[in-house]
C-alpha cells in the first residue's frame, strides 16, 4: 500500500470505533424506540401495528402534559437563577479582588463531585421534620417548621438540590472562558476610561457568550430529563410526588412498572424531541441575537 | 562584553517589581465585602457536606436526639464505617468496587475513542466527514435518559441486562466529548509536526500512539475525568439495568439502603439510617480527591469547549 493510500485510509479508521458504537448504542436505540412506538401489545392479538395512535394518546395524555409542563416551569424558574448565580460567582473569581479566591473556587464546584443520588438523599435529610437541622431549629424557637417537603415547596425544593449541584460547575465553565480572554482587551477599555463594571458588561459579558450558549444547552438538556432527584425524594414524600411527576419518571414508571412497553418508548422519543426542539430554539435565539 | 547586561537587571524597579502580565491586572486590590459575599455563597455550597460528615459520627438514635449541626456526646464514627462496609456480607465493598470497575473502563474507553474519533476529523479530510460530524453533533442534545429504555429493551433481547456491559458499554460513546476533542486536536496538534513525522516515514497509527495522544493530554485528561464523573454518578441506567445487588454501583446501593431505612422506621432496620449517611460520604470521598488533584487538566480543557463554538 502507498503511504499516500494509507493516508487516506487513515481518517476513518481513526473515527471508525466511535461511529461503530455510536451507530450500535444511540442510533439503534434512537430507532428502536421510534420502531416500538408504531405497536401496540394487545390481550387479544398480540402486537399489533396501531402507526401513530400512540403518539395521538400521549399528546392527549394529562399525566404526560403535566409532567412537562413541570419541568418546564422548573426549567423557566431554576436556570436562570443557576446561571446567573454561576456567572456573578465567575465574574467575582476573574475580578481579582478576592480574597482565598482557589478556595472559594473549588469549594463552590466541589458538590459537582457529588452523586445526585447523594445530594438528593442528603437535601431529603435535611429538609425533613424528624432530625432535619431546619426544622430541629425552627422547634428549638417555638416556630412552625418549614414544611420544604409539602406540595407547594417541592419543586423549590427540588429547585434547590439541582442549584447546588450545578452552579459550581457552570461557574467553572463560564470562569475558564473568562481566563482565555487577551489582556490587552481590558488595557484598551480601561485606557478608555471604563471602570470595573463597564468592562464586565462591555467586554466580559459578549466573550462569555459561547460559553453561556453551552452551559444553557446543558442546563435545557438537564431539566428536562430530571429523575434521580425527584425519584428519591419521592420515597420521603411519596404523597407529593407521583410516578408522572416529571416526564421522565413516568416513561420510568410506564416501562418497569406498568410493563408498557410500547408507550414508554413512545414517550421517551417524544421527551427526547421535546429537549432537541428546546434546544435548538436555544441556538436560534442566541444566534438570531449575535448576527442582528 | 558589559554591553551584554540581561536587560532585567537594568530594568525600572516598577517594572521589575510586576510579576506576569496575567497578574498585574489586579495587583493588590482586595475587596473585603465581595470576599464576605463569596465566603457566605461558599458556606451555603458547603453547609451539606459539613452536615454530612458531623452526621456520619452518629448513630441513628443520635440522629433524632441532638443537633444536626454540630456532634453528639458519642461520635462513632469508625463504628459506622466498620458497620457500613460489613452490612449484608460486606455488600457495599462491592458497590465501591463496581462503581470504580464501570467508572473507570467506561472512562478510559470513552475518552480514547473520542480521541481518536476527535482527532481524525480534525486532522483528515474523506468522503462524508462532514456528515458524520453532524449527526455526532446534533446526538450531543439527545438525552441520554431519553435512550435509556430503549437501550433497556435492546439490550434485554441481546441478553446484555444484568451484566457489567449494560453500563459500560452505553458510557463509551460520548458525543460531547469527541466534539471537545476536535477542537482540542485542531488546535493541540499542529500539522507541521504531522508532515514531519510522516516524511520521518512514521506510520499513521504511530504517529497517533507516539505523538498526537502526548498533545492531546489536557483535553483527554478532561473528557476522561468527566465521564468518569459521569458513569461514577449515574443512577437511571443502572436502576433499570441491572437487578442483582452485587452489581449495583454505589448509587444504586445506597438509593435501596435509603428505602430500607424509610421503610423500617424505627423498627428492625433502624440503624440502616446511619449506614445511608455514612455510605453516601464514603462514596463522594474519591471523586473529590481526584478533581482536587486533576484539577489543572480539566479547567484547561473546559476552557477549550467554552470558547470555541
Known amino acids: 500500500m502507498s503511504a499516500v493510500r494509507r493516508r487516506r485510509m487513515a481518517g476513518p479508521l481513526f473515527v471508525a470505533p466511535f461511529l461503530t458504537l455510536f451507530l450500535l448504542l444511540f442510533l439503534a436505540p434512537l430507532g428502536y424506540a421510534a420502531y416500538l412506538s408504531l405497536f401496540q401489545n394487545?390481550?387479544?392479538?398480540?402486537?399489533?401495528?396501531?402507526?401513530?395512535?400512540?403518539?395521538?394518546?400521549?399528546?392527549?395524555?394529562?399525566?404526560?402534559?403535566?409532567?412537562?409542563?413541570?419541568?418546564?416551569?422548573?426549567?423557566?424558574?431554576?436556570?436562570?437563577?443557576?446561571?446567573?448565580?454561576?456567572?456573578?460567582?465567575a465574574l467575582a473569581l476573574d475580578s481579582g479582588l478576592l480574597r482565598l479566591a482557589r478556595l472559594i473556587r473549588l469549594g463552590i464546584f466541589v458538590p459537582y463531585a457529588v452523586p445526585s443520588v447523594v445530594a438528593a438523599l442528603m437535601w431529603g435529610y435535611l429538609y425533613g421534620p424528624d432530625f432535619g437541622p431546619f426544622a430541629q431549629l425552627s422547634h428549638d424557637l417555638g416556630l412552625p417548621a418549614p414544611d420544604f417537603l409539602s406540595d407547594g415547596w417541592m419543586l423549590g425544593s427540588l429547585a434547590n438540590i439541582v442549584t447546588w449541584e450545578f452552579v459550581g460547575y457552570n461557574m467553572i465553565i463560564l470562569y475558564a472562558a473568562l481566563r482565555t480572554i487577551p489582556q490587552e482587551l481590558y488595557e484598551a477599555a480601561a485606557m478608555d476610561g471604563a471602570g470595573a463594571w463597564r468592562i464586565a458588561w462591555s467586554v466580559k459579558l459578549p466573550a462569555l457568550k459561547p460559553a453561556l450558549l453551552l452551559t444553557l444547552l446543558f442546563s435545557v438538556i438537564g431539566s428536562f430529563q430530571l429523575f434521580n432527584e425527584p425519584n428519591l425524594l419521592m420515597k420521603i414524600a411519596p404523597d407529593v410526588i407521583s410516578s408522572s411527576y416529571t416526564a421522565n419518571l413516568y416513561a420510568y414508571s410506564l416501562a418497569f412498572?406498568?410493563?408498557?412497553?410500547?408507550?414508554?418508548?413512545?414517550?421517551?422519543?417524544?421527551?427526547?424531541?421535546?429537549?432537541?426542539?428546546?434546544?435548538y430554539a436555544v441556538l436560534l435565539t442566541a444566534n438570531r441575537r449575535r448576527t442582528p | 562584553m558589559t554591553t551584554t547586561t540581561p536587560p532585567a537587571t537594568t530594568a525600572p524597579k516598577a517594572t521589575a517589581a510586576e510579576p506576569t502580565p496575567r497578574r498585574t491586572r489586579h495587583r493588590s486590590r482586595r475587596s473585603t465585602p465581595l470576599t464576605i459575599a463569596m465566603l457566605a455563597a461558599l458556606g451555603y455550597f458547603l453547609l451539606p457536606l459539613c452536615w454530612l460528615l458531623i452526621a456520619s459520627t452518629k448513630?441513628?438514635?443520635?440522629?433524632?436526639?441532638?443537633?444536626?449541626?454540630?456532634?453528639?456526646?458519642?461520635?462513632?464514627?469508625?463504628?459506622?464505617?466498620?458497620?457500613?462496609?460489613?452490612q449484608d456480607d460486606g455488600v457495599f465493598v462491592h458497590w465501591l468496587l463496581n462503581t470504580a470497575l464501570y467508572a473507570v473502563v467506561s472512562a478510559l474507553g470513552a475518552a480514547l475513542l473520542a480521541a481518536a474519533g476527535g482527532y481524525g476529523?480534525?486532522?483528515?479530510?474523506?468522503?462524508?466527514?462532514?456528515?458524520?460530524?453532524?449527526?455526532?453533533?446534533?446526538?450531543?442534545?439527545?438525552?441520554?435518559?431519553?435512550?435509556?429504555?430503549?437501550?433497556?429493551?435492546?439490550f434485554a433481547k441481546a441478553g446484555l441486562v444484568n451484566t457489567p456491559w449494560a453500563i459500560i458499554l452505553p458510557s463509551l460513546v460520548n458525543p460531547f466529548g469527541l466534539y471537545l476533542m476536535r477542537i482540542y486536536a485542531a488546535d493541540a496538534v499542529p500539522d507541521s509536526l504531522l508532515e514531519a513525522a510522516r516524511i520521518d516515514g512514521a506510520g499513521e497509527a504511530r504517529i497517533f500512539f507516539r505523538i498526537?495522544?502526548?498533545?492531546?493530554?489536557?483535553?483527554?485528561?478532561?473528557?476522561?475525568?468527566?465521564?468518569?464523573?459521569?458513569?461514577?454518578?449515574?443512577?437511571?441506567?443502572?436502576l433499570i439495568m441491572l437487578n442483582d445487588p452485587n452489581l449495583y454501583p454505589i448509587t444504586v446501593g445506597l438509593a435501596s439502603w435509603a428505602a430500607q431505612a424509610q421503610n423500617g422506621g424505627a423498627g428492625a432496620s433502624s440503624d440502616m439510617l446511619a449506614l445511608v449517611v455514612t455510605g453516601s460520604l464514603l462514596s463522594i470521598v474519591p471523586l473529590v480527591v481526584a478533581f482536587l488533584m486533576l484539577q489543572r487538566y480539566w479547567q484547561s480543557g473546559l476552557a477549550a469547549g467554552g470558547v470555541k463554538q
Open chain 2, 59 to 86: 448513630s441513628t438514635q443520635d440522629l433524632f436526639n441532638s443537633f444536626g449541626l454540630w456532634f453528639s456526646h458519642a461520635p462513632q464514627l469508625l463504628t459506622n464505617v466498620k458497620e457500613t462496609f460489613t
Open chain 2, 121 to 154: 476529523f480534525a486532522k483528515f479530510r474523506f468522503r462524508g466527514d462532514r456528515l458524520a460530524f453532524n449527526l455526532v453533533l446534533g446526538a450531543v442534545m439527545v438525552p441520554t435518559t431519553a435512550l435509556a429504555i430503549p437501550t433497556y429493551l435492546l
Open chain 1, 42 to 89: 394487545r390481550l387479544i392479538g398480540g402486537n399489533v401495528f396501531v402507526g401513530l395512535d400512540n403518539y395521538t394518546q400521549a399528546l392527549g395524555d394529562p399525566q404526560l402534559l403535566h409532567g412537562v409542563g413541570r419541568v418546564a416551569l422548573f426549567f423557566v424558574i431554576q436556570v436562570p437563577l443557576m446561571l446567573l448565580l454561576a456567572l456573578l460567582f
Open chain 2, 212 to 238: 498526537a495522544l502526548r498533545l492531546l493530554g489536557p483535553g483527554l485528561v478532561t473528557v476522561l475525568l468527566f465521564t468518569l464523573v459521569a458513569t461514577w454518578n449515574n443512577y437511571f441506567l443502572p
Open chain 1, 257 to 279: 412498572t406498568g410493563q408498557q412497553v410500547n408507550y414508554a418508548a413512545t414517550v421517551s422519543f417524544l421527551l427526547g424531541l421535546v429537549i432537541v426542539f428546546a434546544s
